[in-house]
């Protein structure tokens, strides 16, 4: 009585069809394993930018510090030079002197005699640290007053603008 | 009413072991791809949090005034390794998870970052170069060749205190 209760269903897999089974669950296992590597390695590429970009901009840096040091000995050795006797213009003088034989570095004077030293630390991956130091109080000291990181070159998008509405005049 | 499905084979013993066959190989070559896969990004999740540490104590050194206040960090921070003239290495050891690892808990140790401190001239100030490398003890399995130490991040740099301060 009991067997009466069961519907038996015939499925014929045919010859091959163990193989074509086999082959589809290859290909659909070889294409996850594939896109997880991609996915994965497009992951490390990211990281690997992201390094180059961060130990560019620390060597950058590293560069300016060095240009400060340069800045900061001339600046000593302009001080080293005053006498007692001398007004705070003669040190100014003096720095202004010493800090041209720095390659790289400009003078920008102020109104009040003193003056401004601006140089640029180049990177080799576009981008660009901007310093100005305030040359104060005749004496070798300095004030950052910028220290910025910039691109070197921008891109120029004006070309690629496409004007989609100028408005009513 | 329960049905009965009954496969009604007719698959032959050659078709039966060709399918194994070509599974076995076809995993062999899959399973690399997925090891690889796994270790890929794991390798890069570790350069993410490597960076993070390595420029954390860049920073940290940048920020000092004098090169005394780095000094002090340095050797609160780090654990002293070698002292070579006016180079100076100090090291810290962290767990897989990127935990600080403690003195004696060595077997847990899976990183290390290394600060390399040098004095580059020291005239009316001073010029230091720091040079900050994380590296992996163990290689990663199926993607590195090597089996020396692995590194992840590495960053130069140089830091000037004058004497008379900023």
Redesign the interface.
């Known amino acids: 009585m009991e067997n009466k209760n069961y519907r038996a269903t015939n499925i014929s897999m045919g010859m091959g069809g163990a193989i074509i089974v086999v082959i589809l669950v290859v290909l659909c296992l070889t294409v996850f394993s594939v896109l997880s590597f991609s996915t994965a390695y497009s992951d490390l590429k990211l990281t690997e930018k992201t390094e180059e970009m961060a130990a560019d901009y620390y060597i950058t840096n590293g560069k300016a510090e060095e240009k400060l040091a340069d800045v900061y000995n001339e600046l000593s050795l302009a001080a080293e030079k005053m006498k007692d006797t001398d007004t705070p213009e003669v040190f100014y003088n003096n720095a202004t002197v010493q800090l041209a034989g720095i390659d790289g570095v400009s003078i920008i004077n102020t109104d009040n005699g003193s003056f401004k030293a601006y140089y640029e630390s180049l990177g080799d991956k576009n981008q660009k640290i901007c310093v100005t130091l305030n040359i104060i109080n005749h004496r070798p000291y300095y004030e950052i007053e910028t220290w910025n990181l910039a691109a070197i070159e921008l891109p120029d998008y004006e070309q690629q603008n496409i004007d989609l509405w100028e408005g009513f005049e | 009413?329960?049905?009965?499905?009954?496969?009604?084979?007719?698959?032959?013993l050659i078709?039966?072991i060709?399918?194994i066959l070509?599974?076995a190989i076809?995993?062999a070559?899959?399973l690399n791809?997925?090891g690889?896969?796994?270790f890929?990004?794991m390798?890069?999740n570790d350069?993410?949090e490597a960076?993070n540490k390595v420029?954390s104590i860049?920073e940290m050194i940048?920020s000092f005034n004098t090169s005394i206040e780095a000094d002090e960090y340095l050797t609160e921070n780090f654990k002293l390794l070698k002292t070579d003239g006016k180079e100076k290495i100090y090291v810290n050891y962290y767990d897989k998870c990127w935990n600080l690892c403690e003195k004696g808990n060595e077997e847990n140790n899976e990183y290390f970052i290394t600060v390399k401190t040098s004095d580059?001239?020291s005239?009316?100030?001073q010029?230091k170069?720091f040079v900050i490398t994380s590296e992996k003890i163990e290689p990663y399995p199926f993607i590195s060749k090597n089996k020396k130490n692995y590194s992840l991040?590495?960053?130069?740099?140089?830091?000037?205190f004058?004497i008379?301060g900023?």
């Open positions: 009413m329960k049905n009965r499905i009954s496969i009604n084979s007719e698959v032959s078709e039966i060709m399918s070509i599974f076809a995993g070559i899959m791809c997925f690889a896969a796994k890929t990004q390798k890069a350069k993410v960076g420029q860049a940048k580059v001239f005239g009316s100030g010029l170069e991040y590495k960053i130069e740099t140089k830091k000037f004058s008379a900023r």
